[in-house]
């Protein structure tokens, strides 16, 4: 009962009673306890008149919100008539004269398409020099390294190794497989179509082999690994854990991306032979079903149509796709600025770009391999 | 009246126990000090204060209430009725000083835009900041800037609880004495209850009414700043040695 009784008192809501002589405000005048009825405080508030008396005497609490509510409805002045209890004009006070605040900063605005133009260019040239930096740093590193092999961070690599790869086993064997099955599927319906059922190893073992399998890991990874390294980097620039190292005296580049961008070169072509190889048995099994082809014949045939050099290929590219995405990575994430946001746009901004290099240096790929490891 | 209740508490995380039977209660006007050694669990006391952890076993009531009492709409309500500091001020980092001075009244809806900015205002001139620091982003600030501006949003909504987590640790003396007798002064002017953690013996003994020292999982003692101080037990003794050094000479030369 007592508790009650507290309670109630506590949270006596804010009263206007309106008399012949004036308004009588009782209650506790705060944010919180207004809040529920505020709309129809303002609208009594505003039905007041200039002469009316004031009487807040029976106010409990007056907070800023509550002043500054009465304030401007007295038009930022005291009432001649008011009866005020003195411990309310402290509430007063403090909102009478707030400072002004900065006008916001305009709003920045592209006047012209030149200038758009122009900061666009400028931001392309400042990622390609934070890029031209990061292979300069880090090869200097891997230059470095041989002649102190004490300072070689197996560790860092190893571990990265492992988080990149060996990690990323299961769900790209699932990715393989299911890829393989699909293609060869499709590809065995029009096949039959011009009783070409052979040509089924020939499309796999091209198609796999030199193409897909590197393309499609590196899209898992660059989500993957290219994400979480952009994160770890970015807070670990946000927590100034980064600084930190620097005033040890330990290089970021040699602990922190070289061993990185070593572990996923290394790891990358492994994950592709992994993935291309579980393509080509889901290929093989979808073949034996749709097609009944043996899938001891499916891989005897293989190496004949296929030529070796595909596969060097393929791992070749794995590499490059995998050094790839890990510079990106830590491009975007030693760019992060301390705020949340920045992370987000930072790690967006990683994945989309290492996905969309990994294209673009497929391409060249194809153009510059042309001529190899196709049977004439 | 009674605005924090704690009664029998006990926490424990996996095998480590924090707390072995707590009882604490926290009058209206009360500026309770909790101290006690690194790792006897204040800032878990405070989170359980503030319904962000839960006891292991006990009750907590705030405002006479346990934290998950009543209705969504009532715990929400209740949740407005104190402010909280953190010890790294955890600000937002991506919006701007105003604008997180301004969220929690936004998040209550009704007020005006204009209402709004002199609330804000106010409350920056209240923690003496410049006007100029409410459009710099959290990163731009200094460490007793981010404290000022935290506490500014921690008193947006003039709670009738202020919960301060290490509020002068990493200010410079001068910062922390400005610190305190900022809280002081609200204190007085607003009627705020206020329950901190600290390891500075100087705003402690410049800003409590009442201390409760933690030891051993327990709260060892509740009282006065002078009972406590006549104490005789270990901790007390190596929280306050730096104090009672200061009062006699250390060295002749001191003389």
Known sequence: MKLRAHHAEALTPPRIDITRAGFALHGHWTLACMRPRLHALRRDLASSAAEMSWDLSGVERLDAFGALLLWR?????????????????NSFERIQHPPEPEPPPPPHRMHSLFQRLGQGLLEVGSHVRGMIELIGHVTSELWRLPQ??????????????????????PVAALLGFLIGIVLSYLSA???????????????????????????????????????????QLGVMRVTEEIDALAAMGVSRHQRLILPKVVALTLAMPLLVAWTSGLALVGGALAAKMQLNIDIWN???????????????????????????IAMIGCHYGLRVKPNTESLSTNTTASVVSSITAVIIIDAIFAVLTRTLGVPR | MSVVDIVDVKTSFGRLQVHDGINLSVKQGDLLALVGGSGEGKTTLLRHIAGLSAPTSGEVRLFGERYDQGSYRERRLRRQRFGMLFQHGALFSALTVYDNIAFPLRELGGLHEDEVETLV???LALVELDPHTARQMPAQLSGGMIKRAALARALALEPELLLLDEPTAGLDPDRSAGFVSLVRSLHDSLGLTVVFVTH????????????????????????????????DHAF???????????????TPWMR
């Open chain 1, 73 to 89: 409805t007295w038009g930022q002045r005291y009432p001649e008539a008011l009866v005020m209890p003195g411990l309310l004009v």
């Open chain 1, 148 to 169: 102190h092999p004490g300072e070689i961070p197996w560790v860092e690599t190893s571990a990265a190794a492992y988080k990149t790869g060996v990690q990323a086993l």
């Open chain 1, 189 to 231: 319906l029009q096949l039959q179509n011009f009783g070409a059922e052979t040509f089924l190893i020939n499309i796999l073992g091209f198609g796999v082999i030199r193409e897909l399998g590197p393309v499609l890991v590196a899209i898992l990874v660059a989500g993957r690994s290219g994400s979480a390294i952009t994160a």
């Open chain 1, 298 to 324: 499916f891989f005897e045939r293989l190496p004949t149509v296929v030529p070796l050099g595909n596969i060097g290929i393929g791992l070749g590219k794995g590499a490059v796709f995998g050094m790839t």
């Open chain 2, 121 to 123: 205002m106010s409350r």
């Open chain 2, 200 to 231: 500075d013996v100087d705003s402690l003994l410049a800003l409590a009414n009442r201390v409760a020292v933690m030891a051993d999982r327990r709260i060892l003692a509740c009282d006065t700043p002078e009972e406590i101080m006549c104490l």
């Open chain 2, 236 to 250: 007390i003794d190596t929280f306050f040695r730096s104090l009672r050094q200061y009062d006699e000479p250390m």
